[in-house]
């Protein structure tokens, strides 16, 4: 089981994500949509020097949050790409 990772802001003090586990969990069990998103969503609170940290769902899967400038798949701007500020 690998956990899901949440790439976050340097000026973050809060994070909204979705447990990927738990949203292919209720895909196999044929689960509509709007309830995995419910069930998957995971919100909370970091403090702006952290910059690393574990936290757990509802069902208890790990999902790592790491503070970073710009998560290295994205290493390039693409004007295509959503800023949030």
Known sequence: MTATTVWIA???TAYACL????????R?????FADALMQASVRGSIAVDTGAASVRCRAG???VLRRVERPPSLSHHDSGQLQLT
């Open 61 to 63: 899967h790990e999902i």
């Open 28 to 32: 196999r069990d044929g689960v509509l």
């Open 19 to 26: 447990c990927e586990l738990c949203l292919e969990q209720a």
């Open 10 to 12: 340097p000026s973050a």
